[in-house]
């Protein structure tokens, strides 16, 4: 089991910025790729970005490549998600996962743990 608990939600104006942060308990945390997934109402949650164990390989969808940043910190136990020129489309709830998989995986169904997600609002 890696226990994952996401926060650093809120509310932001179009443009602005915010930090999500995933904590993870236990000791296997580096030996896991990290993502982020996001889910609005009405919606299937969707990728977002996605990290190696290491951190040095990253991956991102489309819609949020050039204003998303992921980042981890294993001696921390904890991955970021750095949002810059937040849109209102990009309203949602936000949840880290962990994969075992070693590739770059960007469906849900590749993760095996997941946290209870943050909710991300942004207005215009």
């Known amino acids: 089991q890696v226990p994952l608990v996401e926060s650093g939600g809120g509310l932001v104006q179009a443009g602005g910025s915010l930090r999500l942060s995933c904590a993870a308990s236990?000791?296997?945390?580096?030996?896991?790729?990290m993502g982020w997934f996001r889910q609005a109402p009405g919606k299937e949650r969707e990728f977002v970005a996605t990290?190696?164990?290491?951190?040095?390989?990253?991956y991102y969808a489309d819609s949020v490549t050039g204003r998303f940043t992921i980042s981890r910190d294993n001696a921390k136990n904890t991955v970021y998600l750095q949002m810059n020129s937040l849109k209102p489309e990009d309203t949602a709830v936000y949840y880290c996962?962990?994969?075992?998989?070693?590739?770059?995986?960007?469906?849900?169904?590749?993760?095996?743990?997941w946290g209870q997600g943050t909710q991300v609002t942004v207005s215009s």
């Open positions: 236990g000791r296997t945390f580096s030996r896991y790729a």
């Open positions: 996962a962990a994969s075992d998989s070693i590739v770059v995986v960007t469906t849900p169904g590749e993760y095996k743990y």
């Open positions: 990290i190696n164990w290491s951190g040095h390989s990253t």
